[in-house]
């Protein structure tokens, strides 16, 4: 007698029965209600803002059957121009912080002034310019020479020195320019100056040979 009392089906109250999900049910009459069940507890089950756009997409879909205006722009495409723009914002951003950094800084002003294949190294450079200022410092010692010798042919030596100047003074631009064909005269004027230098110190080293050659016959 009591197991079959206890296997009788448990009555429980009308407000139990109907529990707290009555609540989630929609509306007759909603877009929500005449959809199926699962769409209804897909819809339910997402958040607000998921269940505003499956709304707007329902109503752009019966906007399109009903051969209406063109639907209104999705709130997916207008969500997405601000995590468009953050991510924008983030590019830029690191890309300041890598640039604005010294490292970075010292390859992309490598990369901005690159030389071409022709340029001169470093030391081919140092060549050159010790070169000039040596040619330069022996052009005046040896008119110091010619002051203090009582000599004044030294002093010619000097001036025969100056083409040849020239002529390290037209290398070192055309160099410069990396070579440019605009300044192609430049290879031919340093020629020139070069044969007239030769010429020039000749001439002067012979005077000077002369003027020794007085000095000893008359002593």
Not at 27 to 56: I, K, V
Not at 108 to 119: D, V
Not at 154 to 174: E, Q, V
Not at 184 to 189: E, G, I, P, R, Y
């Amino acid at each position: 007698m009591a197991l079959s009392a206890s296997l009788q089906p448990c009555t429980a109250p009308a407000a139990l029965r109907r529990g707290p999900w009555v609540r989630l049910r929609p509306a007759a009459g909603t877009p929500l209600a005449a959809a199926p069940r699962r769409e209804r507890r897909l819809a339910t089950a997402l958040p607000p803002s998921a269940q505003q756009q499956q709304e707007e997409q329902q109503r752009e879909r019966q906007q399109q059957a009903a051969g209406g205006s063109d639907p209104a722009p999705s709130s997916s495409s207008s969500s997405s121009k601000p995590l468009l723009a953050a991510a924008a914002g983030v590019a830029a951003a690191a890309a300041f912080t890598v640039v604005g950094s010294p490292v970075a800084g010292a390859q992309l002003a490598l990369e901005l002034h690159a030389e071409p294949a022709n340029a001169l190294s470093l030391p081919t450079w140092m060549v050159h310019v010790s070169s000039v200022v040596e040619w330069i410092v022996a052009m005046g010692l040896i008119w110091r020479y010619g002051e203090v010798s009582g000599n004044p042919r030294w002093k010619g030596l000097s001036w025969g020195m100056l083409p040849c100047l020239g002529s390290a003074m037209c290398a070192c631009t055309w160099h410069f320019f990396y070579n440019s064909p605009e300044l192609q005269f430049l290879v031919a004027l340093q020629a020139f100056l070069t044969v007239v230098g030769n010429c020039t110190c000749w001439w002067a080293a012979y005077r000077i040979y002369q003027w020794s050659e007085q000095e000893s016959g008359t002593a």
